[in-house]
Every structure is written in C-alpha cells, then in structure tokens.
Nanobody
Framework: QVQLIESGGGLVQAGGSLRLSCAAS????????MGWFRQAPGKEREFVAA????????YYKESVKGRFTITTDNAKNTVYLQMNSLKPDDTAVYYC?????????????????WGRGTQVTVSS
C-alpha cells in the first residue's frame, strides 16, 4: 500500500502561483509513475499532469501547458505541481495519484493509489 498526502493548496488571485506537493509513504520502494488530477464542483475528475518515476517523460493537459510543471524528488518520495499564471478555471480540488502502469498515464483508471486532495481556489 502507498499513502499519498497532498498539500500546498489555497486561495490565490488570478495570475498568481501555487506549488502543490504530494508526499508518498508506505511501500514507496517501487518505481511509481505519478499524476495530478483535479475535480471542480459538478464536473468529473480530469487529468492535469503526469510524470514517469524518473521524470524523463512528462504529460500535460493542453490548457495547462506552459503554466504548470510537474517534477519529482524520489529521494523525498515527493512529487510537485508548480502552477503559474493561475486562472479562475483552475479552481478545483487537486488529487495526487500513483501507479505502476507505464501507459495511459492521462487516464484516471490507470492509477492505483489516490490522495484525499487539496483545494485550489483562484479568484478573479
């Protein structure tokens, strides 16, 4: 089992920045690929970004490309999501997820472990 705990959410004005963190504990000795998803009120959970364990490959939702950056620090068992130029449409609960799958990292069904989420609110 792997436990994931997100942090770093909050309230920010449009154009501002936040950095989300996701700390993993438990059976972290395996090479998990990591993803960030988000869910706005009344909407389905959607893919935001993903990275392979090594950080060698990263994937982004089209609307966040150039604004968000996913990175991983395996020594700390932590994955980050740096979010810049935030927009009100980015408002959502952000979830971290982990998987041993190597394909379909944009799909939520590929992930085995999920955190409880952290709220991000962007005011206009």
């Amino acid at each position: 089992q792997v436990q994931l705990i997100e942090s770093g959410g909050g309230l920010v004005q449009a154009g501002g920045s936040l950095r989300l963190s996701c700390a993993a504990s438990g059976r972290t000795g395996r090479r998990y690929n990591m993803g960030w998803f988000r869910q706005a009120p009344g909407k389905e959970r959607e893919f935001v970004a993903a990275t392979t364990w090594s950080g060698g490959s990263t994937y982004y939702k089209e609307s966040v490309k150039g604004r968000f950056t996913i990175t991983t620090d395996n020594a700390k068992n932590t994955v980050y999501l740096q979010m810049n130029s935030l927009k009100p449409d980015d408002t959502a609960v952000y979830y971290c997820a982990a998987t041993l799958n190597t394909v379909a990292l944009r799909s939520r069904v590929a992930y085995d472990y999920w955190g409880r989420g952290t709220q991000v609110t962007v005011s206009s």
